[in-house]
């Protein structure tokens, strides 16, 4: 039979064992330049900063115990999207060796809007007058944002003398929706790039809407919703993630390095093949 | 009881410590995960902190006296930095046992599940590092590459 002072024992334990490991950190040589993922913001830290998203934040796969978000519900497909999405072959089902996704193999970038769900670690927003930028650890990406009242170009990849070329980031424009809702609208992506990990794609007249909240001083939500009628028949949620504030608003560097994906894929992706039938 | 509660506790902190190895990169269906393949007293030739994943290479003698030359692919190296895998961890010349969930293929390949050092002590992989083929840290959150 379990004894009252039991839970309160183990309780105590616990707390003391990660008092020791915090202690074991703090004792260990701190460098200003270093990322801690143990050093985690201590609760909300208070109400949220009005129309303030700077800062650096850890991002759900940074290692810093960032509460799960929610991950992506495809709509259906139409024709022309069935069509574009059977010729995807996503690293989860195929592996390394059988794969065609252009990241995997090249280190080709993500683009927008797959770089913000997939290997989502760190990020740092920055507001300038006319501008937010949205800097992104994985890949040093960095996204543009124009808030000086100009609407989305409607021009992108056409055949007319002055269409826009495609961007990987696309254009984006954005606004407060109130003091702590800042809204972010894109289109103009480039349609080699992959809409998300599971190999959804994207048409060049996608129109992504992002959602960033914040929520406390420590935190902040993003929701992110894709239109592309010529792809999908209703509108995509491709997903929610959540951020947390960095203490010391430091991030480690982490990017794919083409030499070392060729090196990989020859020695170890390749000769290890590939087997969708067992992917899970 | 009292044990168990106490080893339970602590074990929730190590594991809420570490956190998450960040979302898997990819995969383990090119291996086989029912057993590992276990390479005794391997000798490590290369130890590759590359990203997408270090590589260990090591070459291992088996029963016929044949020199087979493995490469195997663990977590990312920041997901393995979390639980104290550094790009010394593993030298030129290191005498250990090493455990792997080998391809399909059946090439010297695989996913390497764990070390053993030659003092005894061990070192395993941020994901596919329980014996079972499952994580050996924990599901606490999400990650990994």
């Not at chain 1, 349609?191 to 060049?204: D, F, I, L, M, Q």
Request: charged share 20%; glycine share 10%; hydrophobic share 35%.
């Amino acid at each position: 039979m379990r004894k009252p002072h039991t839970g309160a024992i183990a309780g105590v334990a616990g707390v003391l064992f990660l008092s020791a490991l915090a202690a074991a950190q703090n004792n260990a040589a701190r460098s200003p330049w270093k990322y801690y993922p143990m050093e985690r913001a201590i609760g909300d830290g208070g109400p949220a900063p009005k129309r303030d998203l700077t800062g650096t934040w850890a991002g759900p796969a940074s290692g810093a115990a960032v509460p799960r978000g929610r991950t992506e519900s495809p709509p259906p497909l139409t024709p022309l999207g069935k069509q574009s999405y059977e010729r995807n072959k996503p690293l989860g089902k195929y592996s390394p060796g059988g794969t065609n996704d252009p990241h995997s193999r090249y280190c080709d970038p993500f683009g927008f809007p797959q770089n913000m769900t997939q290997e989502i670690r760190g990020l740092t927003i920055t507001t300038l007058p006319n501008r937010t930028f949205l800097l992104l650890q994985y890949m040093d990406v960095w996204r543009e944002v124009w808030t000086d009242g100009r609407t989305l170009p409607a021009n992108v990849g056409g055949t007319a003398r002055d269409s826009l070329d495609p961007k990987y980031n696309g254009y984006s424009v954005g606004h407060w929706e109130d003091d702590y809702t800042f809204m972010v609208d894109t289109t103009g992506l480039a349609e080699e790039t992959w809409a998300t990990k599971s190999g959804y794609p994207h048409s060049v007249d996608a129109h992504v809407q992002e959602r960033f909240h914040r929520d406390s001083k420590n935190d902040l939500t993003l929701t992110i919703t894709m239109d592309d009628p010529k792809l999908y028949t209703k509108p995509f949620f491709l997903g929610e993630e959540h951020f947390r504030w960095i203490p010391n608003q430091q991030l480690d560097e982490f990017t794919c390095i083409p030499s070392q994906v060729q090196q990989y894929l020859k020695e170890m992706g390749d000769p290890a093949g590939s087997d969708p039938s067992a992917a899970r | 009881m009292k044990t168990k509660v106490l080893m339970m506790m602590v074990l929730f902190a190590v594991l809420a410590a570490i956190d998450s190895p960040l979302f898997a990169h990819h995969g383990a269906a090119a291996y086989d995960m029912s057993k590992p393949v276990v390479l005794k007293d391997a000798t490590v030739t290369e130890f590759l902190w590359i990203n997408p994943h270090p590589l260990i290479k090591a070459d291992y003698k088996d029963k016929e006296g044949n020199v087979q030359h493995w490469t195997m692919e663990m977590g990312s190296t920041m997901s393995a930095g979390l639980i104290g895998w550094t790009r010394t961890t593993l030298k030129h010349g290191d005498v250990v046992t090493l455990y792997v969930w080998q391809a399909k293929t059946r090439k010297p390949v695989g996913r390497f599940n764990k070390v053993v050092f030659a003092d005894g002590s061990t070192m395993r992989d941020t994901q596919t590092g329980a014996d079972d083929g499952t994580r050996a840290d924990t599901d606490v959150g999400r990650g990994g590459h």
